[in-house]
């Protein structure tokens, strides 16, 4: 059993509901899952530089209907560490050995940034396995290149900080400032970040495994992925008929509005909702909003899962 370099995952506190931990192996791979609830599954898959503990509000609410299920990505919180396994595709791969490992043939799916990209290439590659994916903050995988995505790559400043050899791992390992900065980032939290919920996060990467995995997984994406996806259309030979809904914070500072085009021809039933003065970690600042505007998608429920916050800016197709 790997762990990082902060305490067992137990120690992390849900309200309101019973949580268990254990870890599966899913060829290659040690992963790390939080479980609660009882009933169809859904699967809650975080991006960076999170770990499960990012839906500590989203699982007790939604372990009234379901069987909740959130892993720690290879690489992050106390999942394995691997040398390899970073580009988006194998993600993807991953999410469908772990949905097979956990005896279901398909899910729901709740996501957030790397989370809702590997979920939307699992939709893509294998239909069936995902009934539904809620997605948080996070473009489709079928962008549509203009000028517009000048400045929108400008914005990705912080993944080539990260990705440098030797110095971006070593800046994580050695300093939680810049993971504790881009938490903060923007100030769109209304009530903002505690201490405990920062160190929560930033202390994976006091390991130096956990470090160089996010240089690779940005530094792959940056250098073997994002020219074949802007400029060749990486994944216009798939079509996705998985129904998804996007929850999108327009204050994003790493993911610009422009990013989101160009789906229209390959996916059969999509939306996306823009919610102003929300920023990139929106199931943080908005909590009950994304549990509402999720529970609504997946089973036509509404409830007061907590406060709307900010008045949203409509649906568009």
Avoid at 40 to 54: I, R, S
Avoid at 132 to 137: D, E, L, S
Wanted: with cysteine; aromatic share 14%.
């Amino acid at each position: 059993m790997e762990k990082n370099a902060s305490s067992h995952p137990s120690a992390l506190p849900v309200e309101g509901v019973e949580v268990t931990h254990r870890w599966l192996d899913i060829g290659g791979c040690r992963i790390h899952v939080a479980e609660a609830g009882a009933g169809e599954p859904l699967l809650m898959y975080h991006g960076w530089p999170q770990h499960w503990w990012m839906w500590r509000r989203q699982i007790p609410f939604f372990a009234r209907y379901f069987r909740v299920i959130a892993p720690d990505m290879r690489g992050f919180g106390w999942s394995e560490a691997t040398e390899k396994g970073y580009l988006k595709d194998e993600l993807a791969d991953d999410l469908a050995r772990l949905i097979h490992a956990l005896g279901y043939q398909e899910v729901r799916l709740l996501s957030h940034d790397w989370g809702g990209w590997a979920g939307y290439i699992a939709s893509a590659k294998y239909p069936g396995l995902i009934s539904q994916h809620f997605a948080t903050n996070i473009p489709p995988i079928w962008p549509k290149l203009s000028l517009k995505m000048i400045p929108a790559t400008l914005r990705f400043g912080y993944m080539v900080r990260i990705s440098i050899p030797y110095f971006g791992p070593r800046m994580l390992q050695k300093s939680e400032r810049f993971v504790h900065h881009l938490l903060t980032r923007g100030n769109t939290h209304p009530s903002g970040w505690s201490q405990f919920e920062k160190e929560a996060f930033s202390a994976q990467f006091r390991d130096e495994k956990r470090a160089r995995a996010s240089a690779r997984l940005y530094g792959w994406f940056l250098l073997r992925e994002f020219i074949p996806l802007g400029l060749f259309g990486k994944y216009h030979k798939y079509r996705c008929a998985t129904p998804t809904r996007l929850l999108f914070g327009e204050k994003d500072f790493a993911i610009a509005l422009s990013w989101v085009r160009g789906y229209e021809k390959y996916m059969d039933d999509f939306q996306v909702e823009f919610v102003p003065n929300a920023g990139h970690f929106i199931v943080d600042e908005q909590p009950g909003l994304v549990n509402d505007r999720a529970l609504k998608f997946f089973t036509g429920k509404m409830e007061d899962g907590g406060k709307k916050i900010e008045k949203t800016s409509g649906i568009t197709n």
